[in-house]
């Protein structure tokens, strides 16, 4: 499975960016889907996951209320609605496929990983 991650780019804090995730193929279906971070200097973290039919998502603290994340299996992709940016939410994004059907916030149970793309909020 390849993935696709797009969308990031400069905003100012307050605003939105919406990321999306493509895979490579069908299956993408029955996989859970995450987005994890990574800022400068910093480790990588979980943002949000999103179970393989959509039924459940789960959500960083830090991030739960301003982002949501959704999928269209129909056209094998993730997304990541970022609103109400805050400085401290600039970092590279990436989208990741579970081994699992459900989604998780720990990265080892994700297999597959985009190439990230970077957010930066400008205060």
């Known amino acids: 499975v390849q993935l696709q991650a797009s969308g990031g780019g400069l905003v100012q804090a307050g605003g939105s960016l919406r990321l999306a995730c493509m895979a490579s193929?069908?299956?993408?279906?029955?996989?859970?889907m995450g987005w994890f971070r990574q800022a400068p200097g910093r480790e990588r973290e979980f943002v949000a996951s999103i179970m393989w039919n959509g039924a459940r998502q789960s959500y960083a603290d830090s991030v739960k209320g301003r982002f949501t994340i959704s999928r269209d299996n129909a056209k094998n992709t993730v997304y990541l609605q970022m609103n109400s940016l805050k400085p401290e939410d600039t970092a590279v994004y990436y989208c990741?496929?579970?081994?699992?059907?459900?989604?998780?916030?720990?990265?080892?149970?994700?297999?597959?990983w985009g190439q990230g793309t970077l957010v930066t909020v400008s205060s």
């Open positions: 990741a496929a579970s081994r699992y059907g459900g989604g998780s916030s720990s990265s080892s149970d994700y297999n597959y």
């Open positions: 193929r069908r299956t993408f279906s029955n996989n859970g």
